[in-house]
């Protein structure tokens, strides 16, 4: 079974940074495509991010410029640097597996990691 533990979160003011972790274990983590997921209170999940085995990324028009995503297969770890951080991008972040620009992940889900941006 998979299992996904996300760390990095916190409070930030806008502007701002942050670098969110997420590491992966029970799968072939090297093979899968990964993404970063949002849910914002209220909304529907969304995919911001996705990186290919091969290193090729992929992100939505609202974070792009501002977001990296990045993995390291050697520690099975997806990575998101986020920077110019906005209120709108406060949510719980989530990575899981992905296709490149759109969703397919697994039934496991981790707990998140909450980005809160706040002056």
């Known amino acids: 079974q998979v299992q996904l533990v996300e760390s990095g979160g916190g409070l930030v003011q806008p502007g701002g940074s942050l670098r969110l972790s997420c590491v992966v274990s029970?799968?072939?983590?090297?093979?899968?495509?990964m993404g970063w997921y949002r849910q914002a209170a209220g909304t529907r999940r969304e995919l911001v991010a996705t990186i290919s085995s091969g290193g090729r990324t992929n992100y939505a028009d609202s974070v792009k410029g501002r977001f990296t995503i990045s993995r390291d297969n050697a520690k099975n770890t997806v990575y998101l640097q986020m920077i110019s951080l906005k209120p709108d991008d406060t949510a719980v972040y989530y990575c899981?597996?992905?296709?490149?620009?759109?969703?397919?992940?697994?039934?496991?889900w981790g707990q998140g990691t909450q980005v809160t941006v706040s002056s």
């Open positions: 899981n597996r992905a296709l490149p620009g759109s969703d397919y992940p697994w039934d496991s």
């Open positions: 029970g799968s072939i983590f090297n093979r899968n495509t």
